[in-house]
């Protein structure tokens, strides 16, 4: 078997069941590395006055891993910078909230050519290379430009978005063909895929040569749709440790005779919180009978506080839950509750547990692994409702939840009312159809599909490449 490499902004080495860790992607990542002996490069997290080049290696959990520190400009214009302030609000549909600032692109060009030039020693020829997200999409021009001919794949953990929001980005064409020099990349749902098919019809005068193999820019893609997963037998066993349970207790005897309603996010404007807020305001207002027997809890854990936009939300967030206990709240009890700690994921999973509904109204999601982690958590003799929006990913795939317009309060609050009168028997047959899912379609099970993919592509480039 060929040795992996993973390369990811940030590097967050596996960890046991109690550890925190927020982010889906490491979240993900650990679990994969967990089996393929391989090494895991990135950012360490740290930032220097000037950039060295400096690789620092430890052995971890059976995985390699590798980091190297950044320049603080680099920090500011490719992380806070094009990362964040640019491609993160554009595929998310927030063009209000992109910064078209040159010195972000050139920063982001810089830090994927120096993360390859400090990789390349690493490199043995059979390895499989496999590179993350939206941070690092330039890497594989990189490597190539240091005469790298391994395969290597990207998966794209966020949503692409559809072709007219992608040409407002002023270099569009040179970030699409940087993705001509992978030989497999992987997008969440098949309907990013299609969005990037249309661009690159459209835009680059490409051709769809067969199914899933695109050819632009004088070169060929295979590309195709890996939905995330969870590792739901973890998940679901964490539900019996001691934590998790005194976890589910606290929640259960704090919230005697009330129902749980809950939401697990990081703090930021995709998440849909405010419009989560509004519809549970509007849920309270027109169920004047059921609204004593709720209570909301939020966990919004603080993140990117660099960028002002995330900052705003906060504030935001504040008023709005104010003016909703102001308006709701009663002697012994607030409606709505937003903590801002970061949990371990025992922690999660017994708060999960305890929890009625789980809300999970994002505006564009790439997946959501909340959603999958609230189903894998569930009592299956009395399981909880799941609300999501179809806006996640993870719609595609978890039909049996309540979907929901996160934009809807109306919506919103029709599905609260819904979910917390749900008789017995409904709730089990959902929650059977999602579990049966989020089972199958695993963490191990999306790595192995990529892997097995990658593995494959570079023949199938090759086989084109006589056939063209
Ligand atoms: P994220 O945007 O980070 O991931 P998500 O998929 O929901 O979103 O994953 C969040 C993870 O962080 C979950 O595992 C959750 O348990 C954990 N988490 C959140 N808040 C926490 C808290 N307060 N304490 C502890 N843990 C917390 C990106 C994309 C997603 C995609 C993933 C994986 O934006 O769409 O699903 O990558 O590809």
């Known amino acids: 078997m060929s040795r992996l490499i993973v390369v990811s902004n ?11 860790s927020v982010g889906g992607l490491a979240m993900a990542l650990a679990a994969a590395l967990r089996e393929y002996s391989g090494i895991w490069f990135g950012w360490s997290g740290a930032t220097v006055p000037a950039f060295t080049g400096q690789l620092s290696m430890r052995r971890v959990d059976g995985v390699t891993v590798a980091t190297v520190d950044l320049e603080e400009s680099d920090y500011d214009e490719y992380y806070n910078g094009y ?3 640019t491609l993160w609000p554009l595929f998310h549909y927030r063009v209000d909230l992109t910064a078209y600032d040159r010195t972000f692109d050139e920063g982001y060009q810089r830090v994927n050519r120096r993360f390859a030039e400090t990789l390349r020693p690493l490199i043995e020829p059979d390895d499989l290379i496999w590179v993350h997200d939206y941070h690092l999409i330039p890497m594989a021009r990189e490597l190539r430009r240091l005469g790298v001919k391994n395969r290597i794949g990207f998966f794209l953990h966020i949503p692409w978005p559809a072709h007219q929001l992608m040409v407002t980005l002023p270099s569009h064409k040179a970030l699409v063909a940087a993705l001509f020099d992978y030989d497999l990349v992987g997008f969440q749902t098949p309907e ?5 098919t249309e661009y690159v019809l459209a835009e680059a005068g490409g051709e769809v040569v067969s199914p899933g193999c695109l050819k632009a820019f004088g070169r060929t893609v295979q590309i195709g749709a890996f939905p995330i997963g969870i590792d739901a037998a973890d998940f679901a066993e964490m539900v019996d440790t ?7 207790d606290r929640m259960v005897a704090h919230t005697v005779f009330r129902k749980l309603i809950v939401g697990v996010d990081r703090l930021d404007y995709s998440k849909g919180l405010e419009e989560r807020f509004v519809g549970f305001e509007r849920f309270l207002a027109d169920n004047p009978d059921l609204r004593r027997d709720v209570l909301m809890v939020q966990v919004a854990t603080v993140s990117r506080e660099a960028v002002d936009s995330y ?5 935001r967030l504040d008023a709005l839950s104010g003016r909703i206990n102001g308006e709701h709240a009663d002697l012994d009890w607030n409606p709505l509750r937003c903590v801002n700690s970061t949990y371990r994921r025992d922690q999660l999973a017994g708060l999960y547990r305890a929890a009625k509904v789980g809300l999970v109204t994002p505006l564009r999601d790439g997946m959501n692994l909340v959603a999958k982690e609230y189903v894998a958590a569930q009592d299956p003799a009395d399981p909880g409702v799941l609300i999501l929006s179809r806006f996640a990913g993870a719609a595609g795939q978890m ?5 929901v317009n996160p934009n809807s309060p109306e919506e919103i609050s029709e599905a609260l009312k819904r979910a917390l009168t749900m008789p017995l028997a409904e709730r089990i047959e959902r929650w059977r159809a999602l579990f049966d899912n989020v089972q199958r379609e695993d963490v191990s099970a999306w790595r192995d599909a990529f892997v097995t993919a990658l593995a494959a592509s570079d023949k199938a480039k090759a086989a084109h490449a006589l056939t063209s």
């Open 242 to 248: 001691d934590q998790a349970r005194l976890t589910h």
């Open 311 to 315: 900052q705003d939300i906060r504030t």
């Open 10 to 20: 940030r590097v967050n080495p596996p960890g046991g069941k109690g550890e925190e």
């Open 83 to 85: 990362a964040n302030k």
């Open 399 to 403: 039909a049996s939840a309540l979907i």
């Open 192 to 196: 990013y895929a299609t969005a990037f």
